[in-house]
């Protein structure tokens, strides 16, 4: 493949795929470094549980010990906790943080699946979880009368799908709109959350009140709550 041209500099790793059995989400944008570092993190844990995170590990990331620390011992360490949701201002490291701890969870966790949805709106949650269930080849997913996202919550929900960690990013509400200007369709987003021991959920948001709406609607919900960095840091 090292003299194949492509239109899109990414598909000059995705066409690698097949060749190597493996599975990865196209994320277009990306760049080539950033689709060969995934490509690789995949197949070094090519025997661990299943997983989709669009985004390459931030090499730059640095700081948020304590916040990671936290989401650890919350959604790992203590039983009555399964439901984690990162609250602070925009632009301010929610989504890093998730994606740092969903890289340190595969490499701490081989039998743990990972699997990140953007839910900042309805149509992106449908595609993540549909991209879910293909994943997992959860019986019914190709069939268009079926409810994928209800396919999902249930099969995560169940004892035999094992230990996974679900990360909805970016959440502005728990009433998810569509980006079609000619419906008003919405989707209730703890409709479809999965209910088990065995699966975390972690949920970033800038708003404060869909993130006490949860709080309120779930005594187990936690919030991590985080601020500015460090000079030091920064």
Sequence with gaps: ASNRETTEEEDSIYCLLGILNVSLTPSYGEGKENALRRLQLEIELGSSAPAIIPFAQNDNFIGRES???KLEERLFRDEATRFVVIVGPGGIGKSQLALE???????????????????????????GYL??????????WDDEKTDIKQLVKYYLSRETAGQSLLILDNIDSVHLRSNGLSTSQTTNLTDYLP???????VLTTTNRDTAKKLVRENSLVQ????????????
């Design 67 to 69: 916040e990671l620390t």
């Design 195 to 201: 209910q088990s021991i065995l699966c975390s959920i």
């Design 223 to 234: 919030l991590v709550n985080i601020g500015e960095i460090t000079p030091d840091t920064a």
């Design 131 to 140: 991209n879910i269930a293909k994943k997992l080849n959860i019986r019914g």
């Design 101 to 127: 701890f969903a890289y340190q969870t595969r490499r701490k966790k081989r039998s743990c699946s990972v699997f990140w949805v953007d839910a900042s709106d309805m149509d992106r949650f449908d595609q």
